[in-house]
């Protein structure tokens, strides 16, 4: 069954996902991509803060944290 | 000479690589962005001498901050390239080493950190990986010093396969098809230390993990400056020093001129090593019993957050309160720097993505992050009249950051952008790297400091010995006593304050000022301007359009501040 897209902002905690689309200007895409945040990559969510604060993921046994503005911007689908 | 150039990710330990190599010493950490500029050294290549220089950490070829520019722009004159690879996360950093390959450098790849890939369950075929990539792939433990001989071997191999560029995409595509062919990962449990990686990020656990944190940094930093000045330096100065100098003391003719340089003034007869202010009498106390504890014990406990990888989970932590002040979390890192030495501070905003950041952390640094040096005489000289009065100046300091963070925000134009860092695994800090580190910070400190507060303090006794200061402090009266109620003596600390701001307020010490005086005076010394190597730094760094705002800023608050506290204590 196809589960529905979401934002790392939207997933649960603990919750993992695939990478589908990264909805930012070529800047932003690089930086992340530079981080193995790339279309297809497996992507974990461990935390976020509160308040809109940074999202904690973690891609290829490394963790990232990526501010809030950015994480909307990261769709995943959740497996 | 043939070049050699250290690059890799941040955070991979090129750094350690670089001081295995080279012998030269560079300071280590576990968070990306330790280096910002680079660092050079020599190695034996066979017969031949060749030059080895430390690149700061880069994801990409295609730059995001100004670390990764410079990295870029040493690539340029570079003759090999000794690519350190973190072994447990091959995927991002073959993207770099795939990059490297089409640029026609010859390469050696140090497959770095690769300890570790035997208890995180990956294991990488590194003949296969040797035969996809088509250059020389050493598997090495830097801190230890593990495979380093036989990538000193391989390096003469190095070679170029010349891959043809392409695609950002298709590269990540390449990068996937050789991971999975020479990595195999095996499922594990997650361990204490991953556990307590992801609490330490996590709202409720992170606060309640940073604020022990932080207090024990705090009790670590006085119970080992403490000691050291209580058991080991002031019985030091006070049993076998303070009698060389009586005996000097009636040599010298008890007064004059050169008693006044060398010694200083005599208070009720005996030697007071803060108050006499002499060479050989404050001159020496100054620097060695009251700031070199606090520098030992202050880097210590810094080089144990930076070694563990405590520092970017802070950055996370603080994200939200540093967005109200115009940054991201990360500028916290600088900021913790610059409590040791506002210099490698202003230096280290260098990881900061945009000029708004960095102008903003550096201004702040300057202004409301007071040195290692003067705190210690903050709490030496302000901690006679009371705990109290020390908090009240570190709260103002802090108020300030505050409120012109704020201000700055709201103020300077351009946006900040948004935090996006990596976070390194908790690892146990090396303590042959946290020991380097510690006397490389200590030799700094005492080969930089020690002779310009010396100099300070003969250039002081001799203008004070011609009536220069005088003159001086009845120009700027009005403003001393009238604004910040201070005795007009107090202009010669601040001016002071250019050179070396432990001495200055040292100099304060002999005015018999209050406490509330005292408080007044440190805060705005703190605030009013940088040291002179700080103020180099700054104008080097951000330029000096920068810089003139930042003065402006720093004189503008200090005055402001400074009122308001003599009004107010």
Avoid at chain 1, 17 to 32: A, F, H, P, Y
Avoid at chain 1, 52 to 72: H, L, N, S, W, Y
Wanted: one cysteine or more; aromatic letters at 8%.
């Amino acid at each position: 069954m196809e589960k529905e897209l979401t934002t790392l902002v939207q997933m649960e905690k603990g919750q993992s996902g695939t990478v589908l689309q990264l909805k930012g200007g070529r800047g932003l895409v690089n930086r992340l991509n530079a981080l193995g945040i790339i279309p297809g990559k497996k992507i974990t969510k461990v935390s976020a803060m509160l308040m809109r604060g940074p999202v904690t993921v973690e891609v290829d046994r490394a963790q990232i944290a990526i501010g809030f503005g950015m994480a909307k911007k990261i769709f995943v689908r959740p497996d | 000479m043939t070049k050699i150039l250290l690059m890799g990710n941040p955070n991979v330990g090129k750094s350690a690589v670089f001081s295995r190599l080279t012998g030269v010493k560079a300071l280590v950490s576990n968070y990306p962005g330790t280096t910002v500029s680079y660092t050079r050294g020599q190695m034996k290549l066979g017969e031949e001498t060749a030059e080895v220089i430390d690149v700061p950490g880069t994801y990409t070829l295609e730059p995001t901050s100004q670390a990764e520019e410079i990295a870029l722009e040493m690539l340029e004159g570079g003759d090999i390239v000794v690519n350190v690879v973190n072994a447990t996360n091959l995927e991002r950093n073959l993207y770099l080493t795939l990059q490297l390959l089409e640029k026609g450098i010859p390469i050696v790849v140090a497959l770095n950190i690769w300890d570790d890939t035997k208890h995180l369950g990956i294991d990488i075929d590194i003949d296969k990986l040797r035969q996809r990539l088509g250059v020389p792939v050493i598997p090495t433990v830097a801190v230890t010093g593990q495979g380093i001989k036989e990538l000193v071997e391989a390096i003469p191999h190095a070679v170029s396969p010349q891959l043809t560029p392409t695609s950002s995409s298709k590269r990540w595509a390449k990068v996937g098809k050789i991971v999975e062919e020479v990595q195999r990962i095996r499922h594990r449990h997650h361990t204490w230390r991953e556990r307590l990686a992801d609490a330490s990020v996590r709202p409720i656990t992170g606060g309640i993990i940073a604020a022990l944190v932080l207090a024990a940094a705090l009790v670590l930093v006085r119970f080992i400056s403490e000691g050291l000045i209580n058991y080991a330096l002031d019985p030091l100065f006070n049993n076998l020093w303070a009698p060389v100098l009586m005996k000097l003391s009636p040599l010298m003719g008890g007064e004059g001129f050169l008693h006044n340089i060398v010694i200083g003034q005599l208070v009720g007869g005996e030697i007071d090593f803060v108050q006499s202010f002499g060479l050989l009498t404050s001159g020496l106390y100054v620097p060695f019993a009251m700031v070199l504890p606090y520098i030992i014990s202050f880097y210590f406990v810094l080089g144990l957050m930076e070694d563990t990888g405590y520092l970017p989970r802070l950055a996370v932590l603080m994200d939200n309160v540093m967005h109200r002040l115009g940054l991201h979390g990360y500028a916290i890192i600088p900021t913790l720097l610059g409590l040791g030495c506002n210099v490698p501070a202003v230096l280290s905003t260098r990881i900061l993505e945009s000029k708004r950041e960095r102008f903003i952390t550096a201004t702040l640094i300057s202004i409301a992050v007071p040195c290692a040096a003067l705190q210690a005489m903050i709490i030496g000289l302000v901690g006679e009249q009371g705990i109290q009065y020390v908090i009240m100046v570190y709260g103002t300091l802090f108020i300030v950051w505050i409120i012109l963070g704020f201000i700055l925000n709201r103020t300077v134009r351009g946006f900040s952008p948004e935090l996006l860092i990596e976070i390194p695994p908790y690892r146990l800090p090396p303590w042959r790297t946290l020991f380097q580190k510690l006397w490389m910070r200590t030799y700094g400190f005492l080969v930089e400091a020690i002779p310009i507060i010396l100099g300070a303090v003969a250039a002081i006794n001799i203008l004070y010995y011609f009536g220069v200061f005088d003159a001086v402090a009845n120009f700027m009266a009005p403003v001393v006593t009238g604004l910040l109620g201070l005795p007009k003596e107090a202009v010669s600390a601040i001016a002071i304050g250019f050179l070396r701001k432990d001495v200055a307020l040292g100099m304060l010490a002999p005015l018999g000022l209050s406490a509330g005086q005292l408080v007044v005076g440190s805060v705005v010394l703190a605030m009013f301007f940088p040291c002179i190597a700080t103020f180099v730094v700054f104008l080097r760094e951000l330029g000096v359009l920068n810089m003139l705002k930042a003065a402006g800023i720093m004189l503008a608050s200090a005055l402001i501040v400074g009122g308001i506290l003599n009004l107010i204590l």
